[in-house]
């Protein structure tokens, strides 16, 4: 089993930042990937981000490129969403999630475990 929460959404005015936290415990994570997605209410669960075992591969939408930036933390067993330049269409339940070993992509189903989310609201 492996347990993720995230923490660090909030409200925001259009062009801050937030860094939002993904806290792994129970089976490591170390050799998975991991990855970010959002769902703003009545919207599927969409791809964001996804980081390679090592850290040393990312992979980003198109409509968060340059803006929202996934980093991972071995040591702590922490994901990372740093988030600039938001804008309103950014709001909604961001969720981390655990990937294959190795790499994973863009498609939920190459994810098994889930956290419960965290809400992130950007102002006009």
């Known amino acids: 089993q492996v347990q993720l929460v995230e923490s660090g959404g909030g409200l925001v005015q259009a062009g801050g930042s937030l860094r939002l936290s993904c806290a792994a415990s129970?089976?490591?994570?170390?050799?998975?990937?991991m990855g970010w997605f959002r769902q703003a209410p009545g919207t599927e669960r969409e791809f964001v981000a996804a980081?390679?075992?090592?850290?040393?591969?990312?992979v980003t939408a198109d409509s968060v490129k340059g803006r929202l930036t996934i980093t991972r933390d071995n040591d702590k067993k922490t994901v990372y969403l740093e988030m600039n330049s938001l804008k309103p269409e950014d709001s909604a339940v961001y969720f981390c999630?655990?990937?294959?070993?190795?790499?994973?992509?863009?498609?939920?189903?190459?994810?098994?475990?889930w956290g419960q989310g965290t809400q992130v609201t950007v102002s006009s």
């Open positions: 999630a655990r990937g294959g070993s190795g790499y994973s992509g863009r498609e939920r189903s190459e994810y098994d475990y």
């Open positions: 980081i390679s075992w090592d850290g040393r591969s990312t």
């Open positions: 129970g089976r490591t994570i170390t050799l998975s990937a």
